[in-house]
């Protein structure tokens, strides 16, 4: 049982593994609106931007960031 346990950590850890360019919720914050606008212009930002993506996938708050971010910009337009 404690190795099943000790290898699943192992898993999950490789899942939610940070990466060595890893950005901060700070950086994140300020490319956010870059990066919302870029998606709304209809380019890749997860390519242009891969890092800011990366966060997002990562970090709740700062999703949830994000998704205001984009729902406000569609309220204002609309
Ligand atoms: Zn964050």
Redesign the pocket.
């Known amino acids: 049982m404690q190795l099943e346990t000790e290898s699943l950590t192992k898993i999950v850890n490789k899942i939610i593994a940070t990466r060595p360019d890893e950005i901060?919720?700070d950086t994140?914050?300020s490319e956010l609106d870059n990066f919302v606008d870029m998606l709304r212009e209809g380019k890749k930002a997860e390519e242009v931007k891969p890092l800011v993506q990366h966060?997002l996938n990562?970090?709740n708050?700062?999703c949830e960031e994000f998704e205001a971010l984009l729902l406000a910009l569609d309220a204002v337009e609309a």
């Open positions: 901060d919720c994140c914050y966060h990562m970090c708050d700062c």
